[in-house]
Every structure is written in C-alpha cells, then in structure tokens.
C-alpha cells in the first residue's frame, strides 16, 4: 500500500527542475519542442484542406447552386414532395460530392456521385415526407464536398396543410 504512495512522491520531487532560474522561464523550452513537434511533423500539403491560416487553394472546385432555397408552398398533407437543385462546378479542377445530409429525417436528398468536371453540371434531389407534419416548414441540407469552403446549404420550406376532417 505504501509503494503506490512512494512511487508518487518519487515521481513529483524527480520532476522538479531546481537547475532553472525563473529568468529563462517556459519559452525557451517551448520554442524547442516547437521547433521539435515541427521536425517530426512535416506539413503536407492537401489542396482540398483549409485552415485558418492558408490561403485559400486557387485551383479548388467551386459548387455555385442556381438557388440555394426552394419553396414549395402549400404541402398536403402525408405526401412526398421533391425538388431538384442544379448546381455548377465553376472552379478549376473535378467536384467531388461526399455526403449530403439533411436536418430532419423527413427530408431525404440523393446526388451526382460520379465527378463533375469544370463547367459542368450537377445535380441534388431533395424530398420532404409531409406524413406527422403540420404548419410552416424549414429543412435544410448541408451538402459536403472538396470545395472551399467544404459545407455549402441548400433550403426547403413549404407550409404543410391541416388534414382535412372527415
């Protein structure tokens, strides 16, 4: 029982650094694991991947929407409704959608999965499923892909109708 406690204290007292005056301080021992971490972590150069800090890659596809929202006005009631975005690759090199993903499970949406090339076309579904729905409606659809910036949201609103009484 008394291992565990001497093996800590060991620990803590072997860890304190008498030899270092308060003058030198952490920055000369953080600038040289900087310098270290640096050396050991090379920075590879991904052109579909922006940080904060690079500028942004020249030659990255571009997804430009002919329109970025859709309403379709008055739903009834337990049906399924669908649009159909079009979008353009106005960038420099092959668009590459990953995923799209709604922000309800009412609202499935389907995509080009094969590349679109510079000029070309493409194209996002989106259905709404009315069934247990009632009022005004707004879904959006996050659409992820090697673009700058990665995420681009399309929107579906409508106003699903009051079931009709019997």
């Known amino acids: 029982m008394k291992y565990p406690i001497f093996l800590a204290a060991s620990l803590l007292l072997g860890a304190c650094n008498h030899d270092k005056t308060a003058e030198v301080g952490t920055e000369?021992?953080?600038?040289?694991?900087?310098v270290e971490s640096d050396a050991a972590n090379p920075t590879v150069d991904n052109p579909n991947v922006v940080s904060?800090?690079?500028?942004?890659?020249?030659?990255a596809p571009?997804?430009?929407?002919?329109?970025?929202?859709?309403?379709f006005g008055d739903i009834q009631p337990d049906s399924k409704v669908h649009h159909t975005f079009t979008f353009t690759n106005t960038g420099k090199s092959p668009l590459l959608i990953e995923d799209a993903t709604a922000s309800c499970?009412?609202?499935?949406?389907?995509w080009?999965?094969?590349?679109?090339?510079?000029?070309?076309?493409?194209?996002?579904?989106?259905?709404?499923d009315s069934r247990g729905k009632q009022g005004i409606i707004s879904k959006q659809v996050?659409?992820?892909?090697?673009?700058?910036?990665?995420?681009?949201?399309?929107l579906i609103k409508g106003n699903v109708l009051t079931p009709k009484a019997n």
């Open 52 to 59: 904060d800090e690079a500028a942004p890659n020249p030659n």
């Open 142 to 154: 996050a659409v992820r892909a090697n673009t700058q910036p990665t995420i681009t949201t399309i």
């Open 28 to 34: 000369g021992v953080n600038a040289a694991a900087t």
């Open 105 to 110: 499970g009412c609202t499935t949406p389907s």
């Open 62 to 71: 571009v997804m430009k929407f002919a329109e970025a929202e859709f309403d």
């Open 112 to 128: 080009t999965k094969e590349p679109v090339a510079p000029g070309a076309q493409g194209k996002m579904e989106v259905q709404f």
